[in-house]
């Protein structure tokens, strides 16, 4: 039999003089340092990866719930709540993911319903899709409101506002878009096909716009950031085609 014996130091004063202190919650054994007074995990794991993150909020964005991604990679909920957290702090600006506008573009608008914790809570995700790339170039979450009809119209970059624009009949279309180019057009015309398409994407990848499910977003900031992260990965994924 072959015996092996490792030996431990403190990892913040290179101490040998360390003495066992239990274990945390997550059972691993801890120690503590009689010369500097550090209390640290024995034994700890080498760090994740970003290739690995990486990996694991690409299944996130599945359709997979935080405690499934959790099950499968075998990682603390917390942890992937905090990589989430980052990612979702430093994302770009959907503009920055846009193809340049064209004097022809033609852009289609609509709005998808949602809620936050509570179905009473409703929350409305307008969009304005090119037909053309077929991006998003604007997006917004709120109310079914007038309001939020002009703070989707203030989101869309200066060179897309020229277009002509396509939605259904909701009055706040015909209040906020300029007269000249803008339509309000039945589903029949096909005229805004391409939005329609795309918001059967936007269900199929994101659990929080299925009509009936159990995913849904508990705060407001979780789901617009959740959506624009979304809404930048379509879009890049496009321009990759």
Known sequence: MITTFTNHHCRDCQSVNIVKNGHNQSGSPQYICKDCGSRKVLEPHEGYSEERKEEVLRA???RSSLRGVARTFGIARQTITNWLKKKLLNLPSVAETLIPAQTDDVLELDEVWSFVYTRVDQV???TALCRRTRQIVAFVNGDHS???CQKLWD???EDYRLCHTFSDFWKAYEAVFP???HRSVGKETGET???ERWNNTLRQRVGRFVRETLSFSK???WHDKVTHWFIITYNWAITSC
């Open 155 to 157: 989101q869309i970059p």
């Open 193 to 195: 096909a391409h939005m």
């Open 60 to 62: 996130y964005q599945e």
């Open 219 to 221: 705060n407001e900031w």
């Open 179 to 181: 007269e000249e180019t």
């Open 124 to 126: 409305w995700l307008w």
């Open 146 to 148: 007038l309001e939020t």
